[in-house]
């Protein structure tokens, strides 16, 4: 897999984690705090790629969001970082990501919305929902290539504590 594909994957996997993150100021009524496991069998992934399983830790932090990002890439090498900051609509660089940025917001609804661009001109539009069991995220994506094609993906995530 070429780096800008490792690059795009993990990306795929930091929209999904900035969602996951985006806690409320109360903790205690948060249920998004946790680890969650990205679920292989109910997702769908962009044609022509696959989803590598990935663990996030989303831990409480106010209106900000701070999360840990675990995946084991095709070659069996760790992949792992963490993030602390704001959801607040601003573009900021990814950590982690040369060249990407992105801007998660939580909207009213509750609903996460995360856009990410990447160094290459793609654009990926992702909004996140929380099941009403509180214990299964359903992301819904679009990814926009330089050339103008979209492509859908799904990720379902579930709650592991």
Same mark, same amino acid.
């Given at each position: 897999?070429? @780096? ?10 930091? +929209?999904?984690?900035? #969602?996951?993150?985006?806690? +409320?100021?109360? +903790? ?16 769908? +992934? ?7 399983? @990935? ?5 409480? #932090?106010?209106?900000?969001? /701070? ?15 963490? @993030?602390? *900051? =704001?959801?607040? *609509?601003?573009?900021?660089?990814? =950590? ?11 909207? =009213?609804? *509750?609903?996460? /919305? ?8 793609? @654009? ?38």
């Amino acid at each position: 897999m070429s @780096y800008l594909m490792q690059a795009r994957a993990l990306a795929l996997g930091v +929209a999904t984690v900035a #969602a996951l993150g985006a806690s +409320a100021a109360n +903790a205690e009524q948060d249920p998004s705090i946790g680890t969650w496991k990205l679920n292989v069998a109910e997702s769908i +992934a962009p044609q022509g790629t696959t989803f590598e399983p @990935y663990t996030v830790i989303v831990r409480p #932090a106010g209106p900000n969001m /701070d999360f840990t990002y675990y995946n084991t890439n095709e070659k069996g090498e760790k992949v792992e970082f963490s @993030y602390k *900051g =704001p959801a607040d *609509g601003k573009v900021r660089d990814i =950590p982690g990501i040369p060249g990407m940025t992105g801007s998660m917001t939580r909207l =009213p609804s *509750g609903i996460v /919305d995360a856009k990410l661009w990447s160094a290459d001109g793609t @654009y990926e539009n992702k909004f996140c929902i929380m099941g009403v069991t509180l214990r299964k995220q359903t992301c819904m994506a679009t990814v926009t290539s330089p050339h103008g094609h979209v492509v859908f993906f799904k990720q379902v995530i579930d709650k592991q504590d």
